[in-house]
């Protein structure tokens, strides 16, 4: 049963049911017969005010569906009976205030959808510059991290900037490397491996605080990957940003939430940014994300924290802060300390 509002509860006669599940498909469909799914759930959801994501991969179905409850719970019932899929389990229930996918129908992604994925460089960056994306990406699979380290130099020695070598090269090379594994042309030792050249090449890209005008001396940030998470490729470089921008940086890699929480505890910091993977979209651990950031805010009571969030997920998707109870998400590591330090400062004020 989807969970219902209770409308005598200060502030939640207005939100809204989410549901995310997985399922297994009784048989494997074609792409036309997914296309005709989704065309059909599209109008069908429209109608009822729900919104989500389908994702069908190696014969499985993962489902997130948000909307008003009793509508949420009438299209539950028919989903449940749906003779296309069977073994179905609920991974999450919740009320939300605020959508995740508000402005999709119903978004699908799936490996019959490599064509869009492909083409997604080309997308994310401006033409001129997705060629070089590209020839990032084809080093990285061949683990020449030399090749990294003179690409990203040249365009450092040709006077771009940080931020533009991180938005308009680094980031969007992750997110295909993200991609060519999901289209098994890569393994995950091959993912694993691009990303931390990717990341040892970021290095060399250093920030200059000359520019800033908010001195960050005095501010101290956990930079920590979402617990259980493997890609660390944001948050590493975000700590040279930080550190060059003046602030105490500590780094964590947390198996667990109690580990996050504890550390958090102990170093009392001004700012949390957790990162899930820049590469892969993980949609299946919002709910987790969202449980840690609750438990996040109650070690830090007594000294108020600025919580960030970030990875490809909140890059890509219409994915809010609001969404996980975050202050933050970041759309790029780009300019990540500057906007950080303003809410540091408007906390402190407030």
């Known amino acids: ?64 569906l948000e909307g008003p409850p009793d509508a949420l719970g009438a299209l539950w019932s028919s989903i449940k009976q749906d003779d296309r899929h069977n073994q179905i389990e609920v991974l999450s229930e919740h009320l939300v205030s605020a959508r995740l996918f508000s402005d999709w129908d119903l978004l699908l ?13 080309a997308a994310s960056v401006p033409p001129a510059v997705a060629e070089h994306v590209v020839r990032l990406v084809e080093l990285s699979l061949n683990a020449d991290d030399l090749g990294i380290n003179a690409s990203i130099a040249s365009f450092a020695d040709q006077g771009w900037t940080s931020d533009a070598i991180l ?35 970021g290095h060399a890209v250093r920030y200059s605080t000359s520019s800033h005008t908010i001195s960050n001396s005095h501010y101290r940030i956990l930079l920590a990957t979402a617990p259980g998470e493997q890609h660390m490729l944001g948050t590493t470089l975000l700590a040279d940003q930080f550190l ?27 700012a949390v940014d957790i990162g899930l993977s820049d590469a892969l979209l993980r949609r299946h651990t919002i709910a987790q994300l969202r449980s840690t950031i609750e438990h996040s805010r109650m070690v830090a009571t007594e000294h108020p924290t600025v919580i960030s969030v970030g990875g490809r997920l909140f890059a890509e998707a219409a994915a809010t802060a609001l969404s996980v109870g975050a202050d933050h998400a970041r759309k790029s590591l780009a300019g990540t300390s500057v906007r950080i330090a303003e809410l540091v400062q408007q906390r402190r004020k407030g």
Not at 244 to 270: H, I, K
Request: net charge negative.
């Open 244 to 270: 060059d921008d003046g602030w105490q940086v500590d780094l964590a890699f947390p198996e667990s939430e109690e580990a996050l929480t504890n550390q958090m505890s102990a170093q009392r910091p001004d």
């Open 1 to 64: 049963m989807v969970l219902q509002a209770n409308d005598g509860e200060q502030g939640t006669s207005d939100w809204i049911a989410s549901l995310t599940y997985k399922s297994h498909a009784t048989a494997d469909p074609s792409t036309t017969d997914l296309d005709l799914l989704v065309n059909r759930a599209r109008a069908r959801n429209r109608s009822l005010d729900v919104t989500g994501m389908l994702l069908f991969e190696d014969g499985c179905f993962l489902q997130t």
């Open 167 to 201: 938005s308009l090269l680094i980031e969007p090379a992750a997110r295909a490397l993200g991609d060519a594994w999901l289209d098994d042309r890569c393994s995950e030792i091959d993912l694993t491996i691009g990303l931390s050249m990717l990341q040892l090449a």
């Open 109 to 121: 992604d799936g490996r019959f959808d490599k064509a869009h994925r492909q083409a997604g460089i």
